[in-house]
């Protein structure tokens, strides 16, 4: 099928782009990094205090920095034409999105994952707690990237674009954020979590299965005002 | 003779002001079709009309004698369109650009890529990246899709900007060739093109009364 | 004709502004009317008549306000999202007009509502703001509104505008369940079963009939106010057809 | 006077008149604004509506 071999064409196109920009990658990093390091300096550097808070921090910070390259998701494709031509090649919009978030959640998520037990220790977040903080942002950054590429697409092309993007959707992030804290917070005070856990396994599924969709209608609209 | 895109007493308003109305033409097998009219007479917004960016119309638009929003598919597989925007990455090579702009259509080798670039004046260019390259030979890039999909209709949307003279004669020849073997091409610009398939379309003919005279 | 038929033509006659116009004329007042009149007696009732809340005192009357915003600003986000999808599935005009208002509405009882909770938590709780899972479920709501209308104005194209909005409002519609049983979640978390403002365990009629009556009236009232939004958006969005013209400048 | 016994009584509201009325103010207020609004939309529709025809009438 054509398609696919546009959709695996597509996927190693942005890969690609963003290993040699890397900015994309490093940049998110770097700020997930920061935003850390502001904690202790602004509340307190005593561990019990940042244990408590830890789990907060950590996903506040992952959100937050996940969001970071959102706004470029289709941003530098629609200035340059290359959304236009895709969403007019036989390729399914469906499939475009999909290879942005699978992209976006790589080059973004995936690093954020990787470094986290590194900041966890600086914010003494309990050692038992790694597993399933590891585990909880495996399950919601890429929702995080689902959720947010239908924002993307709606405000690709708007002058104020960027600022937009993140008033539409930090609402949505809010159930990952609640279930992804809520399921670190149960590991430190010895409580099951794997209903935390299996909640964001549906959330994940659910906008997978969803958010492809509204994300390809949303970019054809977005052409009309172009 | 077929048509491919047949448009239909077409009318397109852009906030509240209206571009044109009653415009109809079509788009057949051996034809070459070129939209001429000034700026802002809705050339590009034509364009994006047809190609369902734009879904503001009134007036029938038909592919292959059939309603185009149900043939969106079909069209879109026999399509090979180039817009005003090169689409070209810049971090990316000519080959890696090239690759990714056929791959939904088919699989290319690098051999039939160099053999484009070659065709489009830009051997040995292959693995340099867009962003060395002057606008004139990125817009090369993208016209060596010309040679490298064989699909029956192409819109170019201004495919002469930032060409040289050879680059010109060079294009006009493939037009006219792609014409010859049966082809169907719709193309707006202002280049007066010594082929003897086409057809002008004036949109400003089409306009509403007091645009003309101004 | 069959029920289908009709069914059919009705609603595709509300795809014409001017059928919208010329109807909505003379509905305006069996709205405007009974809306004022059962929002009078609700208050009347409400604010003289019922009875003192035996734990909260009269500050419990602040529920015929709160209560009443509450639901139909989460009513109204429902109606946009709605009148949205019917905005990209058929293209009906009117559609995206009353989606369009309905974002500012929605967001003024939406506030109203969370304001008169925090104003109604001072006495109850003693500070204007607990992070209560209704109260913080009600500006998450305004959020999505504030979204919303964000969205809709940093869009110069009408249509695109329209459609992209009601996207927006329809993925919203879609999320809201889950945010709030995500925030009812963390609220059980963090503070199990404090006391809640409106949850009553019986309440005499007294109390609730008062309250039915101002929610039927806010009902009617955004009812009203929409459809003169959308008359006004009709007459901004025609303003060069012949009939609206004849019929302004004649009156 | 209903559940209250002055009119005295209604204002305080047993103490919780601030909330009470400072609630129902911020309801009379957003609701009025809304009807505010509406009004000055349709004036200005309407403004423009009239130019047009002016400018109509005018070009003949």
Known sequence: MPADLGFFALLSRDIKLAFRQKSDIINPLMFFVMVITLFPLGVSPDPNELAAIAPGIIWVAALLASMLSMENMFRSDFEDGS????????????????????????????????????????????????????????????????????????????KRGALLLPLLVIPFFIPVLIFGTGALQGVIMEQPVTGQLSLMAALLLFSLASAPFACSASLKISMGNG | MTDYLSVDNLLIERDDRLLF??????????????????????????????????????????????????????????????????????????????????????????????????????????????????????????????????????????????????????????IAEHAEQGGAILLTTHHVMNIDAVTKVNLDEFAPRGRNAS | MSFKAKFKRWFHSWASPKWFFEKSERWLPWLGVPALSLLAIGLVWGLIFAPEDYQQGNSFRIIYLHVPAAILSQSIFMMMAVAGAINLIWRIKLADMAAKHCAPIGASFAFIALATGAIWG?????????????????????????????????????????????????????????????????????????????????????????????????????????????????????????????????? | MGEFESFQAFIEMGGHGLYVWLAYAVGAVVIGGNIWWVGRIRKLAEQRLRKYVRRQELEG
């Open chain 1, 83 to 158: 959304l236009e031509r895709m969403l007019v090649s036989p390729m399914p919009g469906f499939l475009i999105a999909i290879a942005k978030v699978v992209t976006h959640f790589l080059v973004t998520g995936l690093p954020l994952v990787f470094i986290a037990p590194v900041l966890a220790y600086m914010l003494s977040l309990p050692s038992e707690a790694y597993g399933v903080m590891v585990i909880s942002l495996l399950l919601g950054l890429p929702t995080l990237s689902l959720v947010g590429a239908i924002g993307s697409a709606l405000t690709v092309g708007l």
């Open chain 2, 21 to 174: 109305k009653g415009l109809t033409f079509s788009v057949s097998a051996g034809k070459v079709l070129q939209l001429v009219g000034r700026n802002g007479s809705g050339k590009t917004s034509l364009i994006r009309t047809l190609l369902g960016l734009m879904p503001d119309f009134e007036g029938d638009l038909c592919w292959k004698g059939k309603p185009l929003h149900q043939e969106r598919d079909d069209f879109f597989s026999h399509l090979l369109y180039i817009g005003h925007k090169a689409s070209i990455k810049s971090a990316l090579t000519a080959t890696e650009n090239l690759e990714w702009l056929t791959a939904a259509y088919r699989k290319v080798t690098y051999f039939e890529i160099e053999q484009a670039l070659e065709k489009v004046g830009l051997r040995g260019y292959e693995d340099v990246e867009c962003h060395s390259m002057s606008a004139g030979q990125n817009r090369r890039v993208a016209l060596a899709q010309l040679y490298l999909l064989d699909l029956p209709v192409w819109i170019l949307d201004e495919p002469f900007t930032a060409i040289d003279l050879a680059g010109v004669e060079q294009l006009e020849a493939r």
């Open chain 3, 122 to 251: 001072k006495p109850t709780w003693g500070t204007w703001w607990v992070w209560d899972a209704r109260l913080t479920s009600m500006l998450i709501l305004l959020f999505l509104y504030l979204g919303v209308i964000a969205l809709y104005s940093a869009i110069d194209n009408r249509e695109t505008a329209g459609r992209s909005t009601a996207i927006l409002s329809l993925v919203g519609l879609v999320n809201i369940p889950i945010i709030k049983y995500s925030v009812e979640l963390w609220n059980t978390l963090h503070q199990p079963a404090t006391f809640k403002l409106t949850e009553k365990p019986s309440m005499p009629a007294e109390m609730w009939v008062p309250l039915l009556i101002m929610v039927i009236g806010f009902y009617l009232f955004f009812g009203w106010i929409l459809f003169k939004r959308m008359r006004a958006e009709v007459i901004e969005r025609e303003f060069k057809a012949k009939w609206l013209q004849k019929k302004l400048i004649e009156n």
